[in-house]
């Protein structure tokens, strides 16, 4: 069940549909936005109310004016809004099959209702299909896991299960379709699954081990590559050096491409800019556009509660964030902690106070390059560490 399948949003063939003996023409088409409202109406009204309120959103979306309100629009007989269905079918085989399978004796409207219905069931199941192999896999991978806590064996057994994860992830990603509509609808056979797997649990020696490891590569500027194993920070490197070799390895051309496209789509301003200059080896004028862009975004997460109180910037922004952002489930969520830890050791670094400017600190910082007392050459790597601190800061705030 494909993109294509569902619906076609690029259409600009129109329909004319009439009301009270005028014509009004509306696109002809049943975009993922048109179902969700759709959805929404029925279920707060009934099949024929559902279907007068997207026919009227459909015609006010056209641009017309002076149209005949809601309830003119419902006296009207079902089969004025056949042409819309019609079309609709004719562009969407999927709600076309399950149309088929209703009653032809009910009203349009109410088939209509059933078809839409039914397919988001079946794309429901569809999805729970999916899923139902991760329960035993992950069920699987817990007791072996239980048998040791030798990290690098660990990952040997959650490697296969995460490339099954990847692999029934790109199946559930082509039913959904990016529909999140249809996940009220499988919630409660999702819940079921992941409600029987048990979590393995850490001794507090172990997470004391693995928090102080995990700050520690903070300290040194490296926060987790999207691409890179999340246990690649359980042991202390041996220097630096090895910690930067360690981390590069999992920043190639191409590890850094999706980093960049995925803060691009984010619609981040500047980070265009930001690219630019690293592309082209301006890397001082790159690093001055991402602590500019991460002290926006530290300022924009402060809830301004008091009016008199001015937002904090720099160090102080980076302390109220991480207390924003602090994980509530620490038991449960070991790593999501881990990974918030080692984040927020690498702001403290970077946007650590100058002191006067009179030693100048190993790690890129924010307050030497923005008041042009750092003397040492911005490198690319100083660049990729601000672009994958920029990276993993929004996806905790995502």
């Given at each position: 069940m494909n993109r294509n399948t569902y619906c076609n949003t690029s259409t600009n063939e129109k329909v004319n549909i009439t009301l009270l003996e005028k014509s009004y023409a509306i696109k002809a088409d049943f975009t993922y936005n048109d179902l969700k409202e759709y959805v929404n109406y029925l279920s707060n009204d009934n099949a024929k109310i559902a279907l007068c309120k997207l026919i009227y959103l459909k015609l006010e979306k056209s641009g017309y004016t002076n149209l005949p309100n809601i309830n003119q629009v419902y006296l009207e007989q079902d089969v004025v809004f056949m042409p819309?269905?019609?079309?609709?079918?004719?562009?969407?085989?999927?709600?076309?099959n399950t149309y088929d399978q209703t009653d032809p004796s009910l009203q349009i409207s109410e088939r209509f209702a059933k078809a839409v219905k039914m397919y988001l069931s079946i794309m429901a199941d569809?999805?729970?299909?999916?899923?139902?192999?991760?329960?035993?896999?992950?069920?699987?991978t817990r007791e072996r896991i239980n048998e040791t806590f030798d990290f690098d064996k660990i990952y040997q057994v959650v490697k296969p299960l995460q490339e099954q994860l990847i692999t029934i992830s790109k199946q559930t990603t082509n039913i959904v379709s990016n529909m999140q509509i249809t996940l009220s609808l499988i919630s409660s056979k999702v819940n079921d699954i992941i409600g029987k797997i048990n979590i393995p649990t850490f001794t507090e020696e172990q997470k004391q081990e693995l928090e102080t490891s995990y700050k520690y590569w903070g300290k040194n500027g490296w926060t987790l590559p999207p691409n890179a194993p999340i246990t690649l920070f359980k042991v202390l490197p041996a220097n630096k050096r090895e910690c930067d070799n360690i981390v590069l390895a999992y920043l190639k051309k191409g590890d850094l491409e999706e980093i960049f496209k995925t803060l691009k789509d984010l619609k981040i301003h500047d980070i265009e800019s930001a690219v630019y200059c690293f592309n082209n080896m301006q890397y001082k004028a790159c690093v001055l556009l991402l602590f500019s862009i991460i002290d926006s975004y530290l300022i924009k997460q402060q809830i301004h509660d008091n009016q008199a109180k001015r937002k904090k910037v720099g160090l102080g922004a980076v302390i109220i964030l991480e207390k924003e952002l602090v994980p509530k489930n620490t038991e449960t969520f070991l790593f999501s902690i881990l990974i918030y830890l080692n984040l927020f050791e690498a702001l403290r670094v970077f946007f650590a106070d100058g002191n006067d400017f009179i030693v100048e600190p190993d790690i890129i910082n924010r307050n030497f390059v923005n008041h042009g007392t750092w003397k040492k050459k911005v490198r690319r790597k100083d660049c990729i560490?601000?672009?994958?601190?920029?990276?993993?800061?929004?996806?905790?705030?995502?």
């Open positions: 819309y269905i019609e079309m609709v079918l004719k562009q969407n085989r999927d709600i076309m569809n999805i729970i299909k999916a899923l139902q192999p991760i329960r035993d896999s992950i069920q699987q560490q601000v672009f994958l601190v920029l990276y993993n800061m929004m996806e905790l705030i995502k």
